[in-house]
């Protein structure tokens, strides 16, 4: 993660000067890198409550919260499918550690553009873990929601969580 300060700023506009041989560099702006979430998933029953940022967002990493994959669509996008992943297991990382205890039925929310999106479970699956990640769209009709963590006490697997979106 690279923050550009003030002070880092001044020193490449400073060396910029020297290569250059003058003092006329064109100043711009830093990158602002205040952070706000996009939106959050919430599962009551394995108690997840976890922010999801930007998928530009230097926060949106699999090693510091739960991911939105480039690929996903978001919420309110008709007939869209939010792609999201994170680490299970143990330690700090495991944002989805309970995410084998979910069972076809249970509700999954998304609070995004200050609405509540509530998704239903309807498949639960294992993967292979190897680089690509495959997406069962289910029925085209319905907007979803698919979750990827690592399968319990298997280090070459996926589980794939499936929802349907049920209302809005």
Do not use: Q, W
């Amino acid at each position: 993660m690279i923050k550009i300060t003030e002070e880092i700023l001044e020193v490449i506009l400073s060396i910029l000067t020297l290569v250059l041989g003058t003092n006329e560099v064109n100043y711009i702006e830093p990158i602002s890198y205040e952070e706000k979430e996009l939106m959050t998933l919430y599962i009551e029953k394995i108690n997840v409550n976890n922010k999801i940022y930007d998928k530009n967002s230097l926060l949106n990493d699999i090693d510091i919260n739960i991911m939105l994959l480039r690929e996903s669509d978001y919420p309110d996008e008709d007939k869209g499918t939010v792609l999201l992943g994170g680490h299970s297991g143990v330690g700090t990382k495991a944002y989805l550690k309970r995410m084998d205890e979910m069972s076809i039925g249970d509700e999954i929310k998304l609070y995004y553009k200050d609405k509540e999106y509530v998704y239903v479970v309807d498949n639960i699956s294992k993967d292979n873990k190897d680089g690509k990640i495959r997406v069962d769209y289910g029925l085209k009709d319905y907007n979803r929601l698919i979750i990827y963590t690592c399968y319990p006490n298997d280090k070459t697997s996926y589980l794939v969580l499936s929802a349907n979106m049920i209302f809005t």
